[in-house]
């Protein structure tokens, strides 16, 4: 039990210590690809990224517009094809539309699903085929 701790669960704890401390937003659990879902500024500009659980191979999935939202809180579908985020480009008063996207799990096929300026959470049905 305790190697299992020590070759899983303990760089997990320090994978999201050290994402913490850089910034993140949020992170989903990894899922069928075996990856997790963060959010960061790393790049100059608040995306989501996936990383392997062992801290490896971050690959950013979105190019979006730079903004300061970072709440995005990106979430895989049941299957673990599809994720979903909100984004939104803020004003300086931290003002502005937010809405809801779906996109692969390699950032291809991005879409918004909302148009009310107002979904600030993206959450996927117990079916995992639609938001609610």
Not at 35 to 46: A, D, E, F, P, T
Not at 63 to 84: F, M, Q
């Amino acid at each position: 039990m305790l190697n299992l701790f020590r070759e899983w669960w303990m760089p997990l704890l320090v994978l999201l210590t050290c994402l913490n401390a850089t910034g993140v937003g949020q992170a989903a659990t990894a899922k069928a690809q075996g990856r997790i879902l963060y959010v960061s500024n790393q790049s100059g500009s608040w995306q989501v990224y996936s990383i392997r659980p062992d801290g490896t191979d971050a690959v950013q999935l979105t190019h979006l517009a730079v903004t300061t939202l970072e709440g995005w809180a990106p979430t895989y579908s049941r299957d673990g094809k599809k994720i979903a985020f909100v984004y939104g480009v803020l004003d300086q008063s931290g003002n502005g539309p937010v809405d809801a996207y779906i996109m692969d799990t390699d950032g291809g096929n991005l879409t918004q699903v909302t148009h009310d300026g107002g979904s600030f959470i993206a959450r996927w049905a117990p079916d995992g085929k639609h938001l609610v």
